[in-house]
């Protein structure tokens, strides 16, 4: 026997208490499919929050890996000057003992510094330059993220919306059944 069987030997009697159990009846069947929609949507907010979460913990990490690397360059690129910096200091302090003769050989060394100083400074720049394009990469796939989450939610919301406006007409339905069963009964 259907709901809707019930509902109609129900609303044969014409009883005010019967007709007050039959409204909490409905009222209490309406409610728990209200929950039950609520629970839902919980659960799918839930579990896309989840998702988007593990996603951003993973970006955060490669992130902050990413800064690691970079930091690490950086340190590397300034011992690797000041060791620079220290051999020519060293060689200067000898080749001013012998000044007249080593000449050329100091100019040969300041190029030198001056070429190594180029090649760390166009690596360095290198590496921004794939920093960013990384950084740009995970920007999108981010907005990408947020934009599906977006929809998502947005799905859901419509979804339960269109739930409650049917659960809605069910309601009006029912009452109007339930009006026009007493009316014929008058």
């Known amino acids: 026997m259907t709901a809707l069987d019930v509902l109609a030997d129900e609303a044969t009697d014409t009883d005010p208490?019967?007709?007050?159990?039959?409204?909490?009846?409905?009222?209490?069947?309406?409610?728990?499919?209200?929950?039950?929609?609520?629970?839902?949507?919980?659960?799918?907010?839930?579990?896309v929050r989840a998702a988007y979460e593990d996603e951003i913990a993973e970006l955060k990490a490669t992130v902050t890996a990413l800064r690691d690397a970079i930091e690490e360059t950086r340190h590397e690129g300034r011992a690797a000057v000041e060791r620079a910096v220290a051999n020519s200091a060293d060689e200067i302090a000898q080749l001013r003992q012998?000044?007249?003769?080593?000449?050329?050989?100091?100019?040969?060394?300041?190029?030198?510094?001056?070429?190594?100083?180029?090649?760390?400074?166009?690596?360095?720049?290198?590496?921004?330059?794939?920093?960013?394009?990384?950084?740009?990469v995970?920007?999108?796939?981010?907005?990408?993220?947020?934009?599906?989450?977006?929809?998502?939610?947005?799905?859901?919301?419509?979804s339960a919306a269109n739930e409650i406006q049917q659960l809605k007409a069910t309601c009006m339905a029912?009452?109007?059944?339930?009006?026009?069963?007493?009316?014929?009964?008058s």
Do not use: Y
Not at 138 to 158: G, I, S
């Open 138 to 158: 995970l920007r999108e796939q981010l907005d990408e993220a947020a934009f599906r989450t977006q929809v998502a939610k947005q799905e859901a919301l419509a």
């Open 17 to 47: 208490e019967s007709e007050n159990r039959h409204l909490k009846a409905t009222i209490a069947v309406l409610r728990q499919v209200l929950e039950d929609a609520e629970a839902e949507r919980n659960a799918v907010r839930q579990s």
């Open 98 to 136: 012998t000044a007249a003769a080593l000449r050329d050989a100091i100019e040969d060394l300041r190029e030198e510094h001056r070429q190594e100083i180029q090649r760390l400074n166009a690596a360095g720049q290198d590496e921004a330059v794939q920093f960013h394009a990384v950084i740009r």
């Open 174 to 185: 029912l009452r109007h059944e339930l009006d026009n069963v007493w009316g014929k009964a």
